[in-house]
């Protein structure tokens, strides 16, 4: 149990949180949402203990084990599959304790362990996480230092659910994910068998992988029961009370403060006006929960053109004479709205460089419309921002010409304010780099908008107003994004990424949600592999051999000390009556290692059937 009682913390000065409680019950699933900057963050840090509480208390069950993922694994050389196995130090203890324990007790105690934390299977878990967050089995065995920054942060994410801690902090996990990999984790969450307190503005993850929501609002925290339409259906009731109260409050207020008014210096009622005064005083005010400043995107309109804008024959595409992507025939029209769909590395990337002409192709036809105008936004924002410039100089560097309250509206309408339209772009917030990105990307009227995760980093009410911004967006409209919420909303059309090419996707999102869970491959293949017999995939034939070898180890270990002991026990000086005491201690330990052989040989044997049955083609 999670239990929060009256805590307070200011940042500078600032009360972020104020006298806030609340508790959560062992093994429950909570989604935290709240606006940028309100202290979601801080609130995980306070719990991890990285930052002291001005007052309150926050209490865990002692010895309570809390994870998450503070940041990217480093660039080292340990590969993928030994880096996750590392996060559960408690199965490497016990193993290098193994290596040197003497005593039968002892090593008696760590094997019952290690079959309670199924320390056999440890690899294959390990790698199951890894496959379900995109890394191939050829991937797992790379060293980290062959990865990205964002790939790194899949590993961290890999480690901290294989370590399964009692308490899983996850602080915007999707959003170094793809579509495929935040449908995965959405599944893997809501089979995890401990507590989980998850920030996001997934509203598709908030809907599937929790059952309560917890709201950071005006500094205080409220645990709301259900999913996230649950919470939201519930707040806007909870909203439209508290403002029918506070117009009740605020006529009542006036018609007494309209008799205090009128009579307040007539000596025949100046008592009453008195009382009617103290009675305003005494008015406790009702207020309304803070409402999110709703910064409504609005992007301009482009002229319409004869269609396509853009038509592709027998295209190829990739990079330094390889092609990612070949045989490419597609149609785009103004008013098409495609979502790109497949794992990373698929090439979707690839195929929004090519669209918005920051990629050349290899091959094949490509004709796009006279006057045809581009806007794209990269999922990595400093990718097209320069980090030593602030909004205002992005934009007086694209229009020299305009006046700079032209400038600072065009920002304002935006959600930039007056201090960050100064800030260099190094240093605005995820959601800041976001929004001038999106201000930069559709500055000059698209008529086709290209958008790579345009909702990492932006909270709730933003994702909403992107929502309606596209809606009414007369271009067409490329998007790729891991938020199922935002492409059942704004696409009609889907395209698959996938094997090097770009194929339509007759069925709906859903249907694809269902195929990517059930690792249903409905696809055809251009090129069907012929049928060969059918055995286990890498990962398991790999944690079946080394439970195999580490079964034999401890039956070779156990039987070594069975010898020894025995040859105690048959010393025949052993028996002599002054060591009566002695004899029974060294009975009971060759007892234990007896037990401990038994079951060994067991786990072995089991381990070796389940290998030969994996081994045997079916």
């Known amino acids: 149990m999670l239990r929060i009682s009256d805590i307070s913390y200011a940042v500078d000065g600032r009360p972020l949180i104020e006298n806030a409680s609340v508790t959560i019950p062992a093994g429950h699933k909570v989604g935290m949402v709240g606006r940028n900057g309100t202290g979601k963050t801080t609130l995980f840090r306070l719990i991890r203990g990285e930052l002291t509480l001005e007052t309150g208390t926050i209490t865990l069950p002692k010895k309570a084990r809390i994870g998450g993922v503070a940041q990217e694994v480093p660039a080292s050389a340990t590969s993928l599959i030994d880096t996750v196995l590392a996060a559960d130090t408690e199965r490497l203890a016990l193993l290098s304790e193994a290596e040197t324990a003497t005593d039968p007790t002892r090593i008696a105690d760590i094997q019952t362990r290690l079959g309670d934390i199924d320390a056999w299977s440890a690899e294959a878990r390990a790698a199951t996480i890894l496959k379900g967050l995109g890394f191939?089995?050829?991937?797992?065995?790379?060293?980290?230092?062959?990865?990205?920054?964002?790939?790194?942060?899949?590993?961290?994410?890999?480690?901290?659910?294989?370590?399964?801690?009692?308490?899983?902090?996850?602080?915007?996990?999707?959003?170094?994910?793809?579509?495929?990999?935040?449908?995965?984790?959405e599944a893997y969450l809501a089979r995890y068998p401990h507590s989980v307190l998850l920030i996001s503005h997934d509203r598709g993850l908030l809907n599937r992988a929790v059952g309560s929501i917890l709201h950071l609002e005006d500094r205080k925290l409220t645990l709301y029961q259900g999913n996230y339409d649950t919470f939201a259906a519930t707040r806007a009731a909870r909203i439209a009370v508290a403002e029918a109260e506070a117009r009740k409050q605020a006529a009542r207020k006036a018609h007494l403060q309209s008799f205090v008014d009128r009579f307040r210096y007539k000596a025949s009622k100046a008592v009453q006006a008195q009382s009617r005064l103290k009675m305003i005083e005494r008015m406790t005010p009702i207020t309304t929960p803070q409402e999110a400043a709703l910064k409504a995107f609005s992007f301009p309109a482009p002229e319409e053109l004869s269609p396509p804008i853009i038509a592709m024959e027998g295209v190829s595409v990739g990079y330094d004479g390889q092609a990612v992507l070949s045989q490419l025939d597609l149609r785009i029209d103004q008013d098409d709205r495609i979502a790109l769909l497949g794992k990373n590395g698929e090439g979707k990337s690839t195929l929004s460089k090519l669209l918005s002409g920051r990629l050349a192709k290899m091959g094949g036809s490509m004709t796009s419309a006279a006057k045809?105008?581009?806007?794209?936004?990269?999922?990595?924002?400093?990718?097209?921002?320069?980090?030593?410039?602030?909004?205002?100089?992005?934009?007086?560097?694209?229009?020299?010409?305009?006046?700079p309250g032209k400038i600072r509206t065009r920002l304002g309408g935006f959600g930039i304010g007056a201090d960050q339209a100064e800030t260099v772009a190094a240093r605005l917030s995820g959601g800041q780099k976001a929004r001038l990105s999106l201000l930069l990307a559709t500055l000059d009227a698209p008529h086709l908008l290209i958008l790579d995760e345009p909702t990492n980093h932006l909270d709730m009410e933003s994702r909403e107003a992107l929502v309606e911004a596209l809606t009414a967006y007369t271009g067409a409209v490329i998007l790729v994004s891991h938020d199922m919420h935002l492409l059942s909303l704004v696409a009609d059309r889907l395209w698959l990424v996938r094997d090097g090419r770009v194929r339509v996707f007759d069925e709906d999102l859903e249907a694809y949600r269902r195929l990517l869970l059930s690792r249903e491959d409905r696809e055809k293949k251009p090129k069907p592999k012929p049928a060969r017999p059918r055995r286990a995939d890498r990962e398991t034939l790999i944690a079946l051999r080394a439970e195999v070898r580490k079964g034999e180890a401890r039956v070779t270990k156990?039987?070594?000390?069975?010898?020894?002991?025995?040859?105690?026990?048959?010393?025949?000086?052993?028996?002599?009556?002054?060591?009566?005491?002695?004899?029974?201690?060294?009975?009971?330990?060759?007892?234990?290692?007896?037990?401990?052989l038994e079951r060994a040989e067991t786990l072995w044997m089991s381990a070796l059937e389940r290998l030969e049955t994996a081994e045997t083609p079916g």
């Not at 191939?136 to 790939?151: E, H, K, L, N, V």
């Not at 990269?378 to 305009?402: G, S």
Request: net charge negative; with cysteine.
């Open 372 to 403: 045809l105008r581009i806007g794209y936004f990269a999922q990595h924002q400093l990718d097209e921002l320069n980090a030593d410039e602030t909004p205002i100089q992005h934009l007086q560097r694209l229009r020299p010409k305009e006046l």
């Open 558 to 596: 156990l039987n070594d000390m069975r010898d020894k002991l025995a040859a105690k026990l048959a010393n025949p000086d052993l028996y002599d009556d002054s060591r009566r005491g002695e004899v029974e201690v060294w009975q009971r330990k060759y007892g234990e290692v007896m037990e401990a």
């Open 136 to 185: 191939d089995d050829p991937d797992q065995t790379r060293p980290c230092a062959d990865f990205s920054g964002g790939w790194r942060m899949r590993v961290a994410l890999a480690a901290v659910l294989f370590a399964a801690p009692d308490l899983l902090l996850l602080d915007e996990p999707t959003n170094y994910l793809d579509l495929e990999g935040a449908l995965w984790l």
